[in-house]
């Protein structure tokens, strides 16, 4: 799979778990990328696009909200595929996330095999 | 929190981490002070927005050992529990702070949850003297140790 993908969780131990789930999804590992929090991720996107990013929202510095609403405002990230991975389970704040083109949600606490499955999900459509 | 509730959320807290890591854990009566003593990592988060409330999260060597294998998918025996101790604990009470503002809001009002920071015994034995009188503990055993989830 030929797919850039950037993991955003100020976790280690979430980053590595999700990084687990996208590479048994399919995912070149080469193509892998972390940062950990929404600021990291927009400074890596700035160097290298990406297709498809997994987003905590519970985040220091920039959290993935905030991550949102930038990405949304930038021309140059039009068409980024992003899930939020996340404890938040706010039904007006995931609203808000879908208007801003948000189109994957996996909440916390899940099954590895959940986010294996979602982001093989979106290999497929892709 | 009435005993309703905190059965509730002891059952929660198993449920995330079996669905995490494929931990199967039950609650213990042992008592939080002697399960907080094998705990080598504390971790808590604030809570807004449900009154002014702090979530924490000890573990104990073999339960760090046991949801961080679930997690990463390798063997108990592999993982440093020195490396990823910290950071599971963190995640573990992001979880579990979310999972009891869902349990108590089902999603309907504007709660909000803090950053996970790492905490000392000494501190975790403070929330704990505060959640024995006007919060709650859970104490959860699996097959390798322990988890200690404070409300206060």
Not at chain 2, 85 to 95: F, H, I, K, R
């Given at each position: 799979m030929n797919h850039r993908i950037l993991i955003v969780d100020d976790?280690?131990?979430?980053?590595?778990?999700?990084?687990?789930?996208?590479?048994?999804?399919?995912?070149?590992?080469?193509?892998?990328r972390e940062a950990g929090n929404g600021r990291e991720a927009l400074d890596a996107l700035a160097k290298e696009p990406a297709d498809i990013v997994l987003l905590d929202i519970n985040m220091p510095v920039m959290d993935g909200y905030e991550f949102v609403e930038a990405q949304a405002k930038d021309p140059t990230l039009t068409g980024l595929k992003i899930a939020l991975v996340t404890t938040e389970g706010n039904k007006e704040r995931l609203e808000r996330m879908a208007q801003l083109g948000v189109t994957g949600y996996l909440r916390k606490p899940f099954a590895p095999e959940e986010l294996r499955a979602l982001v093989a999900q979106w290999f497929q459509e892709a | 929190m009435n005993a309703f509730a905190i059965d509730s959320f002891a059952g929660i807290a198993s449920h995330a981490l079996e669905r995490m890591a494929f931990v199967i854990a039950e609650p213990s009566g042992e008592a939080p002070e002697t399960a907080l003593a094998e705990c080598v990592a504390?971790?808590?988060?604030?809570?807004?927005?449900?009154?002014?409330?702090?979530?924490?999260?000890?573990?104990t060597p073999g339960m760090v050992r046991e949801f961080a294998s679930g997690m990463l998918g390798v063997d108990a025996d592999e993982v440093d529990v020195a490396e990823h101790?910290?950071?599971?604990?963190?995640?573990?009470?992001?979880?579990l702070a979310g999972e009891l503002v869902m349990l108590a809001t089902?999603?309907?009002?504007?709660?909000?949850?803090?950053?996970?920071?790492?905490?000392?015994?000494?501190?975790?034995?403070?929330?704990?003297?505060?959640?024995?009188?006007?919060g709650f503990c859970v104490v959860l055993r699996s097959d390798l140790g322990k988890l200690l989830v404070l409300v206060s």
């Open positions: 976790s280690p131990l979430l980053r590595k778990t999700a990084r687990r789930a996208v590479v048994l999804a399919g995912a070149d590992p080469a193509r892998i | 504390q971790a808590t988060i604030g809570l807004r927005g449900l009154g002014q409330h702090v979530l924490t999260v000890a573990a101790a910290q950071a599971a604990v963190g995640e573990l009470a992001n979880v089902a999603g309907d009002a504007p709660a909000s949850l803090g950053i996970p920071n790492a905490t000392s015994a000494e501190e975790a034995a403070r929330q704990l003297a505060v959640a024995s009188t006007s």
